[in-house]
T-cell receptor, first 110, second 118 residues
């Protein structure tokens, strides 16, 4: 059974800082990996989806990388802003379903 | 992109009653839908996988007689929480499997339903 781990569980940074969120998974035979953002009490917002054949995806200030062989993905956020404060979830799709990590709770202080 | 809706967005019910949550894929057909549950400050936990026209597959520890799932059409799946109790209070999120860019599989998520059982 796929296990997805996210480190750190919580992170607090001053505005403007660059930061990295980490995700690891136990079964490398994945179909794709997706990063989501979730605001308190809200649903999921998809940020980036990386197919198993890809190594990274970029959208604005966000960059996600995938190293399937080592079972790792990182989400890089450049020039963080208070509006980036949210919980970031990593999810891995394989074996016909999607499994989530516990998330990283990010706080960006003005 | 593909859109998945859920109804209701929130519901409050009394202990012992049943509650039905609908999940619809609005602009695509979904042969497979998934139901997740999320407790406060925790991640999403897969409850069951629902395939159109067949019985749902439940994850270990999820009571199939308590959480009834029906996937009667390619655009609709329902989750019924039977004889709800306060410990069933949670955020329930559905997703539908479809095809994104280049015909590759993607999962699209609904906005969630917050259930409070009093």
């Amino acid at each position: 059974k796929q296990e997805v781990t996210q480190i750190p569980a919580a992170l607090s940074v001053p505005e403007g800082e660059n930061l990295v969120l980490n995700c690891s998974f136990t079964d490398s035979a994945i179909y794709n990996l997706q990063w989501f953002r979730q605001d308190p009490g809200k649903g999921l917002t998809s940020l980036l989806l990386i197919q198993s054949s890809q190594r990274e995806q970029t959208s604005g200030r966000l960059n996600a990388s995938l190293d399937k062989s080592s079972g790792r993905s990182t989400l890089y956020i450049a020039a963080s802003q208070p509006g980036d404060s949210a919980t970031y979830l990593c999810a891995v799709y394989n074996n016909n379903d999607m499994r989530f990590g516990a998330g990283t709770r990010l706080t960006v202080k003005p | 992109g593909a859109v998945v809706s859920q109804h209701p967005s929130w519901v409050i019910c009394k202990s012992g009653t049943s509650v039905k949550i609908e999940c619809r894929s609005l602009d695509f057909q979904a042969t497979t839908m998934f139901w997740y549950r999320q407790f406060p400050k925790q991640s999403l936990m897969l409850m069951a996988t629902s395939n159109e026209g067949s019985k749902a597959t439940y994850e270990q520890g999820v009571e199939k007689d308590k959480f009834l799932i029906n996937h009667a059409s390619l655009t609709l799946s329902t989750l019924t929480v039977t004889s709800a109790h306060p410990e069933d209070s949670s955020f329930y999120i559905c997703s539908a499997r479809g095809f994104g860019t280049g015909g590759l599989i993607e999962q699209y998520f609904g906005p969630g339903t917050r259930l409070t059982v009093t």
